[in-house]
């Protein structure tokens, strides 16, 4: 009988495994022709999350997108949102699974960005001016995105409309982020401030420090190491 299970099992992985490379989202599949550019190399993992708008959707060469994300321009299928983009994906990311990628006006990924799961990324949020209206039935207020080169967004993060990330970032897992943000920053928290940053004088570094704060006294040669990592609150 165990022999049966394990022969079925087998069977079973390489029928689901071949599933989903023919489910897949590549450039040479019937699907990827609707997008307005897909990269050589591209592959949308199956199953796949919703998709629509893909008129409006720009993904760079050999980026990979995992199971089950979504990528959405407008508020649902069969709007005409334009002749521009509004969602462009740079060349070799990562997206990972379960992350939701949601475009009203312009959401703008670099080269390289690589995120966790279940990230989930928008341009457009409720507001409640109205104290007397459901906020729901209000119309909601568009703000652009931009998330530069070389950035690592953790599992969970949250990047509201509005928001600028610099270059070579690092957003923590689970953080809630709104503003404009430096590039080599790390950024963490809810709501989500810099944590880090770096410089060519101090390399990583907590806020607030300086070169001026972390001058040696002219008797202590090893001051600045010792201040710095006072500062900074590193163990030396």
């Known amino acids: 009988m165990s022999l049966v299970r394990r022969a079925v099992g087998a069977l079973v992985h390489r029928l689901y495994d071949a599933v989903r490379r023919a489910g897949a989202l590549t450039p040479a599949s019937q699907a990827g022709y609707r997008f307005r550019h897909m990269g050589e190399g591209v592959s949308i993992a199956f199953p796949v999350g919703a998709i629509f708008g893909e008129r409006w959707i720009e993904i760079g060469g050999h980026t990979l997108i995992g199971e089950r994300v979504s990528l959405s321009c407008g508020m649902g299928p069969g709007v005409d949102l334009g002749p521009n983009s509004i969602l462009r994906i740079g060349g070799s990311c990562s997206i990972g699974r379960g992350s ?23 341009d457009q949020n409720h507001v409640y001016d109205d104290p007397d209206l459901p906020i729901g039935r209000q119309w909601p207020r568009n703000n652009p995105v931009s998330i530069g080169d070389g950035s690592w967004l953790g599992a969970g993060a949250i990047i509201l409309p509005g ?74």
């Not at 990628?101 to 990924?109: C, L, R």
């Open 163 to 236: 928001t600028r990330i610099g270059r070579q970032c690092v957003v923590a897992g689970g953080a809630v982020v709104r503003g404009e943000f430096p590039d080599h920053s790390v950024i963490a928290g809810v709501p989500a401030k810099v944590v880090r940053s770096y410089s060519a004088d101090l390399g990583w570094h907590a806020p607030g420090v300086t070169p001026s704060t972390v001058r040696p006294p002219a008797e202590n040669a090893g001051g600045l190491r010792y201040a710095y990592h006072q500062q900074s609150g590193q163990m030396l």
């Open 100 to 122: 939701h990628i949601v475009a009203h006006q312009s959401i703008d990924i670099g080269d390289d960005v690589f995120t966790g799961p279940y990230v989930y990324i928008t």
